[in-house]
């Protein structure tokens, strides 16, 4: 059974870094990409950064230039920097997951729990 562990985020202080790390574990499945979304209050979840196991990284535009995504294709873990952080930052984050299960190979896509990150002094 895959599981997804996320950890990172709470309080940062204005123009401050966001770290964020995501791990999953399991077996039977291949994972090809792992990324971030992020969620915040009364909207839908929105895209913010994701890499291939091939180290092939996407930005939205919020995140674009001040964004670091890296992928360790062993441990099936990805780490995520975002500067200068904002305000309007602050939201719920998400590690995404996407993998093929071995069996049937048919698609496989995971969620963390999601984490709090507030921009505050």
């Known amino acids: 059974q895959a599981q997804v562990a996320e950890s990172g985020g709470g309080l940062v202080q204005p123009g401050g870094s966001l770290k964020l790390s995501c791990a999953v574990s399991g077996s039977g499945f291949k994972v090809y990409g792992m990324g971030w979304y992020r969620q915040f209050p009364g909207k839908q979840r929105e895209f913010v950064a994701d890499i291939s196991n091939s180290g092939r990284t996407m930005y939205s535009d919020s995140a674009k230039g001040r964004s670091t995504l890296t992928i360790d294709v062993d441990r099936n873990t990805i780490s995520f920097q975002m500067n200068n952080m904002m305000p309007e930052d602050s939201a719920v984050y998400f590690c995404?997951?996407?993998?093929?299960?071995?069996?049937?190979?048919?698609?496989?896509?995971?969620w963390g729990q999601g984490t709090l990150v507030t921009i505050s002094s």
């Open positions: 995404n997951v996407q993998a093929v299960i071995h069996s049937n190979i048919t698609y496989l896509e995971l």
